[in-house]
């Protein structure tokens, strides 16, 4: 008969996503996610492979938890979904910029899951993203748009590291105002 198991996967998962997110995943060690999620080393084992596969498992957690196609997909499609895209960073609290946008940062030492998981993901929201700018009726090509919206959006989550976000919210405002 198996140990019961004394953790929920979503739990070990959040705290987890909070520590990668503020050291990175290269400077994580096992030790270290012990101590953040409170399950021993065997147990952590009996949930994931490896830490490959628990960080992995942790960029999953934070994609579905934070809902972008989802806010993409909102109704009327146009430039309040791209605006809420853009400052949705703005309040997080507790951490800085994005998981996302910090952990490519560290791209050519992650996994090749995480890396294909993020491109994957990368591209739905691209997606999402030109099929707003298409419903604004705008003249100006979608893609290219897409492209600046997305290099702009990991500027300022890489810059949320450095500065309060209340002084970005201005800087996104502008941004808008110019590719509109």
Same mark, same amino acid.
């Given at each position: 008969?198996?140990?019961? #198991?004394?953790?929920?996967?979503? =739990?070990?998962?959040?705290?987890?996503?909070?520590?990668?997110?503020? #050291?990175?995943?290269a400077d &994580?060690? $096992?030790?270290? +996610?012990?101590?953040? &999620?409170?399950?021993? /080393?065997?147990?952590?084992?009996?949930?994931?492979?490896?830490?490959? =596969?628990?960080?992995?498992?942790?960029? /999953?957690?934070?994609? %579905?938890?934070?809902?972008?196609?989802?806010?993409?997909?909102?109704?009327?499609?146009?430039? #309040?979904?791209?605006?809420?895209?853009?400052?949705?960073? $703005?309040?997080?609290?507790? %951490?800085?910029?994005c998981?996302f946008?910090? *952990?490519?940062? @560290?791209y050519?030492?992650?996994?090749?899951? !995480?890396?294909?998981?993020?491109? %994957? &993901?990368?591209?739905?929201?691209?997606?999402?993203?030109?099929?707003?700018?298409? !419903? *604004?009726? &705008?003249?100006?090509?979608? @893609?290219? +748009?897409t492209?600046?919206?997305? *290099?702009?959006?990991?500027?300022?989550? $890489? #810059? +949320?590291? !450095?500065? @309060?976000p209340?002084?970005?919210?201005?800087?996104?405002? *502008?941004? +808008?105002?110019?590719?509109?």
């Amino acid at each position: 008969m198996g140990r019961v #198991k004394c953790f929920e996967r979503t =739990d070990i998962l959040d705290k987890a996503i909070q520590l990668f997110w503020r #050291k990175g995943y290269a400077d &994580t060690s $096992l030790s270290d +996610l012990e101590k953040a &999620t409170g399950v021993n /080393k065997s147990g952590l084992y009996s949930e994931f492979k490896d830490k490959d =596969d628990f960080f992995c498992e942790t960029l /999953k957690r934070f994609s %579905q938890s934070n809902c972008y196609l989802e806010n993409l997909s909102r109704e009327p499609l146009g430039w #309040k979904n791209i605006e809420f895209f853009l400052k949705s960073k $703005l309040t997080n609290k507790g %951490q800085k910029g994005c998981y996302f946008s910090n *952990t490519i940062r @560290e791209y050519s030492i992650i996994p090749e899951e !995480a890396k294909r998981f993020m491109e %994957q &993901t990368q591209l739905g929201v691209r997606n999402a993203m030109i099929e707003n700018i298409q !419903a *604004t009726g &705008t003249e100006k090509n979608p @893609e290219v +748009l897409t492209d600046m919206i997305l *290099t702009f959006h990991m500027g300022v989550n $890489l #810059k +949320l590291n !450095a500065v @309060e976000p209340a002084l970005l919210e201005g800087e996104i405002d *502008t941004f +808008l105002a110019i590719i509109k």
